[in-house]
């Protein structure tokens, strides 16, 4: 089992550029969830998928932050435009269903510069 | 809403010595709680659960006690290493819901 896998790693951009990060779940878990980590709010939820459908996006800091999942097994977290205060670690997290074990991806680490 | 409440660290512990880590939770019924780990520079892992009370979780040494009567679900290792060193989350998780609530972490540095 490979895990949940994350792209980038690492990434140092400018503020004002697109940033676009991307999660591949563990086969089978319908449930995803990107999460934000920062010193300041710790471990923050941005926003819930289940079966590839969002459900709840009230994490989602404002309206330069979006995220797809067109399919079972691709996710987008998408920052346009880029702010400084955005650098964070962005974890993408899964599970099988409502209620069972999460399972994190390495994260994503930003810097916006 | 549910919350999960978390010892402060940083803790700084010789190699072989006790470590607890308090986790006290609050939430409407009772959640399933979780020890999660994270590594520098890594991303988190799970350690350890239980899913009921009185249930015990435990890997890798570390031991964790769902206690009902406390709200309590306190880390505990008996000897730690200079490899536990790392950040500790305690989590909880609501019946039916899909939402971890986490502790702010405890940050745990072993020496030598």
């Known amino acids: 089992d490979a895990g949940v896998i994350q792209s980038p790693r690492h990434e140092v951009t400018e503020m004002g550029q697109e940033v676009t990060l991307r999660c591949k779940p563990i086969?089978?878990?319908?449930?995803l969830f990107w999460y934000r980590q920062t010193m300041m709010r710790g471990l923050e939820l941005l926003i819930y998928?289940?079966?590839?459908?969002?459900?709840?996006d009230s994490g989602m800091p404002e309206d330069r932050f979006s995220a797809k999942m067109p399919n079972a097994s691709f996710s987008t977290l998408k920052i346009q435009p880029s702010e400084p205060r955005d650098s964070a670690v962005y974890f993408c997290a899964g599970s099988q269903a409502v209620g069972n074990t999460i399972y994190f991806g390495e994260g994503s680490w930003l810097t916006v510069v | 809403g549910d919350s999960v409440t978390q010892m402060e660290g940083p803790v700084t512990l010789s190699e072989e010595a006790f470590l607890t880590i308090n986790c006290t939770y609050t939430?409407?019924?009772?959640?399933?709680l979780f020890w999660y780990v994270q590594y520098p520079g890594e991303g988190l892992q799970l350690l350890l659960k239980?899913?009921?009370?009185?249930d015990k979780g435990s890997n890798k040494g570390f031991e964790a006690t769902y206690r009902k009567e406390t709200t309590s679900f306190h880390l505990e290792k008996g000897s730690v290493q200079v490899s536990d060193s790392a950040v500790y989350f305690c989590a909880g998780e609501g019946a039916g819901s899909y939402q971890l609530t986490f502790g702010k972490g405890t940050k745990l540095s072993v020496i030598p």
């Open positions: 998928f289940n079966n590839n459908v969002p459900i709840d």
């Open positions: 086969s089978g878990h319908n449930s």
């Open positions: 939430a409407t019924g009772y959640p399933s």
């Open positions: 239980a899913t009921k009370a009185d």
